[in-house]
């Protein structure tokens, strides 16, 4: 008998599980030891499946693997992860020492909030524009302790005190801190004793600036001495009699003393280099080495002072042109100071400031702060920043004008400078119809 296969069918033939779910055996229609027709084959149907069995029940892929009884799916790719920064491990020895950061170092020149820290190049141009401030601070303040105070406040009754500032400019016509050699060099001779040759008046306030003229041989009332020449008073009594006199005189309050030597001018004048004047006429004086052209040009110490002394050269309108020369050249002082390559220059600023305690006096109590107020407001007394006058007058005998003055003084008691008009603030001091 041939062998069967384990299935029970033939070879090829579905396997009989009919006995496994209640069917009957295969073989039993027919007679013993036969095998039944073989039947054609007929597709099962499909059935449904019985509450008691066993189904499998689909399970969904789980990401990164797969579920058993699941079918297998397409592989998910990992999504990649960014890699963590190292931390830097620390030590209780701190940065720097033994155990410290061990983590990256920073980038050269970052700090460690990510700044940039300053370059090499870039430090020492902080502390050269460091010690450059420091040079230009230092250098008055060693010049102003050699400088010269003067009393100047006059005792007994004065004016009240006004608003804005007036400070009174006295150019000594003294020789006495002038050497031998520096007297030749200048011409100013070999007289004696203490005289002025300068009498001007700054004041400062809510207005523009005002430099006005007192012409030094105005008729006042000096006390003790009757009526004389205004600068009668400085020879008699010093800055105290020169400013009760002014005072008396104009009502006006001296706030600050500024008194400049004849080589003082000079000598501030070559600090900053000279200073351009423009004389309307030709000028020859040998007794004050003056010897210049018509028109603008550049002049030295020597030239300036003799331009600003000469007296026999000004014919036209006698003193009161001699005033105004000498408010040019302080104007021109004033603008060549406040250039800035007097500041950039180190030895032109170190010969400026060397140039004050040999040549100027201020008053007593000006301090540094008021005497550099006085030399800001100097740089703006010419042009629309301010105003050069005369004391107003009625003839070129400097005989004080009654009303013009009174108006002209009047102004700077209430600091109203705003309101001078034209024809009081003259060059000369004359009326306007007269100098034009």
Not at 314 to 343: C, H, M, N
Request: aromatic letters at 6%; glycine letters at 12%; hydrophobic letters at 30%.
């Amino acid at each position: 008998m041939a062998d069967r296969p384990r299935n029970g069918g033939p070879e090829g033939d579905p396997p009989e599980y009919g006995w496994l779910y209640g069917g009957k055996q295969g073989g039993a229609s027919g007679p013993a030891g036969q095998e039944p027709p073989r039947r054609p084959r007929q597709p099962r149907p499909a059935r449904e499946p019985r509450p008691d069995e066993t189904r499998v029940m689909p399970v969904q892929p789980r990401e990164g693997g797969r579920s058993r009884g699941a079918q297998p799916t397409q592989p998910v790719q990992p999504t990649p992860r960014p890699t963590p920064r190292p931390t830097p491990q620390r030590s209780p020895g701190g940065p720097g020492g033994p155990g410290g950061p061990t983590g990256p170092s920073r980038p050269a020149g970052r700090s460690r909030r990510g700044l940039r820290l300053p370059r090499p190049r870039v430090r020492w141009i902080f502390l050269l524009l460091l010690a450059w401030i420091a040079y230009l601070v230092v250098v008055p303040v060693l010049a102003w302790n050699d400088v010269e105070k003067v009393a100047f406040e006059p005792d007994g009754e004065r004016p009240a005190d006004q608003p804005g500032t007036t400070y009174l400019m006295v150019g000594s016509d003294s020789r006495s801190d002038l050497s031998p050699e520096e007297r030749k060099r200048l011409g100013t001779g070999g007289a004696e004793g203490q005289r002025t040759d300068t009498i001007m008046l700054l004041h400062t306030g809510s207005g523009p600036n005002l430099l006005m003229s007192i012409p030094r041989d105005s008729n006042v009332e000096v006390p003790g001495y009757g009526t004389t020449k205004i600068n009668a008073a400085y020879a008699f009594g010093g800055p105290k009699l020169l400013v009760r006199t002014i005072e008396n005189a104009t009502g006006i309050r001296i706030d600050d003393y500024v008194e400049i030597g004849m080589g003082g001018l000079a000598g501030v004048v070559d600090a900053v280099g000279g200073i351009e004047i423009c004389p309307e006429n030709a000028m020859k004086d040998p007794q004050a080495k003056l010897d210049i052209k018509a028109g603008c040009q550049e002049a030295d110490g020597a030239t300036a002072l003799g331009y600003a002394r000469s007296r026999k050269t000004y014919t036209r309108f006698g003193d009161t042109q001699r005033a105004q020369a000498q408010r040019e050249v302080v104007a021109a002082i004033g603008t060549k100071v406040l250039s800035p390559w007097t500041v950039l220059n180190p030895f032109r600023y170190w010969d400026l400031n060397q140039s004050v305690p040999g040549f100027f006096a201020f008053g007593e109590g000006t301090s540094p702060i008021r005497a550099a107020m006085w030399a800001m407001a100097m740089t703006r007394v010419n042009g629309e920043a301010g105003l050069t006058c005369g004391v107003p007058i009625s003839d070129l005998a400097v005989t004080w004008d009654p009303e013009r003055s009174e108006q002209m003084f009047q102004a700077i008691i209430d600091d109203d400078t705003d309101s001078i008009p034209r024809r009081l603030c003259t060059p000369t001091g004359l009326p306007k119809e007269v100098t034009g």
